[in-house]
């Protein structure tokens, strides 16, 4: 949850600003892994960037204009 204090701020300086939670477990990545294994759904990636490349994956999420997932190779 984002503070009302926060918000205001955010609000006073014409920052938009958001929060999100994702609660997934164990059950729920053994079923969408299947999905994906048969082709049921197909996972949209935008880019895959090597681990060393953190700060364009970064500027790439920042952005706004990316289509899918951003992927972090190790």
């Not at 999905?35 to 960037?49: D, Q, R, T």
């Not at 090597?50 to 190779?73: C, P, R, Y």
Request: aromatic residues 4%; without cysteine; charged residues 30%.
């Amino acid at each position: 949850m984002i503070a009302e204090e926060i918000k205001e701020k955010a609000k006073e300086k014409n920052v938009k600003i958001s929060y999100s939670l994702v609660d997934s477990n164990g059950e729920d990545m053994k079923q969408l892994a299947e999905l994906i294994e048969n082709g049921i759904i197909k996972p949209h990636v935008s880019k895959i960037f090597d681990f060393n490349e953190m700060d364009q994956a970064h500027l790439a999420m920042e952005s706004g204009k990316t289509v899918g997932k951003i992927a972090i190779k190790i």
